[in-house]
């Protein structure tokens, strides 16, 4: 593996991917407002539209998973690539609700397909504690890509710039990974028994890895859940949603490249639970505050959800690393499924609580706050029952050697 003289050009190329997939995410949370109200959509319909995303996402997973092993990464990447800026370009021609509903599918389909790539490709790329302190790295691009994609958002919205503008600013950092791989030479797999999907099948058929599976549908939606919607339930509370959004993703960021120290002296199991403690900390808390509590709220947040979705996928590499690429992406794909399932489930809980506020003689921004704060503490569930599921399997990993020791 230390022998792939291109590993830094991939490297580098993977994590410009995970930018266009990031900025998707951000610039449609800070457009969602601008889409309801051009083609008079409910909080529920913007949901099914946020759900084509995510649902897209882990379909792609599931298919490149193992398809990874039969074609290697370079293929699965062009197929991300060219899913990617159909998708762009249909969203910014989209005319309505069912041509929204099919262009968010391809650019999730882009995004999942992304992950299926690279998620793999870095794991055989590094070796041992490597492996979850580097995956940590690549998705710190995650938050960074909605760093910029939400502040991006917001000045252009300021600008008054079409949201179609602001889509086709994605196609950007997707012209620039597409640049960065062209014409170079990817690994293969490397893990003993990785190569083969039956072998991954059968691995992933273990207890932990079906627990950890469970978890990470929870960790998923715990961490999306808030983020998506920060321009519904928090737009009336006295910030700026998108500068919120902004703050939560680069504290992300800035965790995540600094993750290898903190994995090493917690270990992974301790750094999921206090996780789950922080997150479910900072998603109560987000539901109480107004004005400049809501950034201390979505700070503590933010250290909760930090660790989340790389830990996990780090997790089942250094110590189920026979699923292979197929078991990372399925852990992937599970992930994004939840957070799909739960996006107009979401929208309906702002709907239902609109109706409550109306009911109780609220109006105007009051009703609007009342709605996202009632709607943020139901979302405290998730992450609640992390707490109990970790504390299980901390004290599970400590009665077994894991690869990362």
């Not at 599970?334 to 109780?360: C, H, L, N, R, Y």
């Amino acid at each position: 593996m230390s022998q792939i003289v291109n590993r830094d050009k991939l490297f580098l190329g993977s994590c410009f991917a995970l930018i266009t997939t990031a900025m998707a995410f951000g610039i449609r949370a800070g457009v969602l407002t601008q889409l309801g109200a051009e083609f008079q959509l409910s909080s529920q319909e913007l949901g099914y539209v946020n759900q084509m995303a995510f649902l897209g996402f882990p379909i792609a997973m599931i298919i490149g998973g193992p398809l990874y092993n039969a074609l290697g990464p370079k293929k699965i990447i062009w197929v991300a690539f060219f899913t990617h800026v159909l998708g762009l370009v249909m969203t910014i021609f989209s005319g309505g609700f069912w041509t929204l509903l099919i262009s968010t599918f391809f650019v999730g389909f882009g995004n999942g397909t992304v992950e299926a790539a690279c998620n793999p490709m870095i794991s055989d790329m590094y070796e041992g504690n490597e492996k979850t302190k580097m995956l940590n790295r690549f998705h710190m691009w995650f938050p960074g890509g909605i760093v910029i994609g939400s502040l991006l958002s917001q000045f252009m919205t300021s600008a008054n710039m079409g949201w179609q503008l602001q889509i086709g600013a994605i196609l950007i950092p997707a012209v620039g990974y597409a640049f960065l791989f062209f014409g170079q030479a990817f690994p293969a797999s490397v893990e003993e028994g990785a190569a083969s999907t039956g072998e991954n099948l059968k691995s992933m058929l273990s207890p932990l890895y079906l627990f950890m599976l469970a978890c990470m549908a929870l960790t998923a939606i715990s961490e999306f859940g808030p983020e998506q919607w920060i321009g519904p339930v928090l737009g009336k509370a006295g910030a700026s949603p998108m500068i919120i959004l902004a703050l939560v993703t680069g504290l992300m960021a800035v965790g995540r490249y600094f993750a290898g120290p903190i994995v090493h002296s917690i270990n992974p199991t301790g750094v999921l639970l206090a996780s789950a403690i922080f997150t479910t900390i900072g998603v109560i808390l987000l539901s109480q505050a107004t004005g400049g509590m809501v950034y201390v709220s979505a700070v503590i947040f933010a250290v909760g959800v930090c660790y989340f979705w790389p830990t996990m996928i780090g997790f089942v590499a250094e110590n189920l690393p026979r699923t292979g690429a197929f078991g990372l992406s399925i852990m992937g794909g599970m992930g994004m499924f939840s957070t799909s399932i739960f996006q107009p489930i979401i929208g309906s809980w702002i709907d239902d609580e609109k109706v409550k506020a109306a009911e109780a003689g609220l109006t105007g921004d009051i009703a609007e706050l009342t709605a996202g704060q009632a709607t943020l503490v139901n979302m405290t569930i998730f992450p609640a029952i992390l707490i109990f599921a970790f504390i299980g399997l901390y004290f599970y990993m400590r009665k077994r050697t894991p690869a990362y020791k």
